[in-house]
């Protein structure tokens, strides 16, 4: 039977799946999408979660792929104000930490199941039953849910997700390539009407990822993300005619959510990740945090199968994290409000809500 099933293939799946292989705990990880993506997404790496992946022997590889240094050009109504220098975090793709992480997981034997949805999950006293959408189930000894802000497996286990969800969509977000535009900068573009634009560099492609304020219709409702819109937006705020924006891979609308689940163990399943929390993007932390939790919950499982006194150590992932969610939630929310105030200022941007220039 196997040990530990990972519902969700995403860094913090990849990451927990890779922890355990390592530890020798049999491991199956499963995921809905038909296959990888790629997109940027989460793209920054803190000084912590390299040290996770040291463990995991990916940190020389995700730290070669990825980019230190890299400066936040702050533009102000059209024109560059001010250029911040990054902190020692490292910009990367979230796909291409996904890449990294599943080639080790495979060199540790164990491949990414997908194509399979989980739609339920059952408990006894020795393990869990999924039940997968295609009629099979699966049996393990403990399962966890990774599975993302929607999670499957919170919903099944009945888990309230406590906190709130803007009405709106406050941002619209993608990845494009911008032909003539600088890859040595950050670019930052906010107006006095208090609008904005970002395009970040995702390192070892052509791909700048695209952050806005949502285009609105006639109604002042927030239109679907497009290619077409982009451009409207970047002409808007950026006032750089000879740049068009193209190949758009990605397209996407995010709204303010800060939730929390109530509680991240029931029985022997537990949540990480956004499947746990959910909360705004300041200071880059949603990826980061994810990590944490998934180094956590391997300790967790890896003493409970080693025959510690089970109950004890499982309920030590829960009196860990879920302070850390509650004060994420909080902390996370208080950067979204300096950032948004700064960005009214010309000269700032999202360092306003970092630790450091990168966190």
Known sequence: MTDVLIVGSGPTGLTLACDLALRGVAVRILEGRSGPHRESRGKGLDRSSLE????????????????RGLVLRKYFDGVPIRDTPAGDGLVIGQWQVEEVLRERLAGLGVAV????????????STGVTARLADGRSVRAGYAAGCDGGHSTVRKVLGIPFEGHTAETESMTLGDVTAPGLSRDYWHQWFTSDGGGILLCPIPGTEVFQL???????ERGEPLPPSLEGFQRLFDRHARMPGIRLAEPTWLSAWRLNVRMAARIREGRAFLAGDAAHVHPIAGGLGMNTG??????????LAAALSGAAEEDVLDGYEAERLPVAADLLADTSRRMERVLAAVREPGNGTE???????G
């Open 291 to 300: 990590i944490r939790d998934a180094a956590a919950l391997a300790r967790t």
């Open 52 to 67: 996770v992946f040291a463990r995991l022997g990916v940190a020389e590889r995700i730290s070669a792929t990825g980019t």
């Open 352 to 358: 306003a809500g970092m630790d450091s220039a990168l």
């Open 211 to 217: 952050q806005a304020s949502p285009e609105l219709d």
């Open 113 to 124: 199941e997908y194509g399979v949805r989980v739609v339920g999950l059952e408990q006894d």
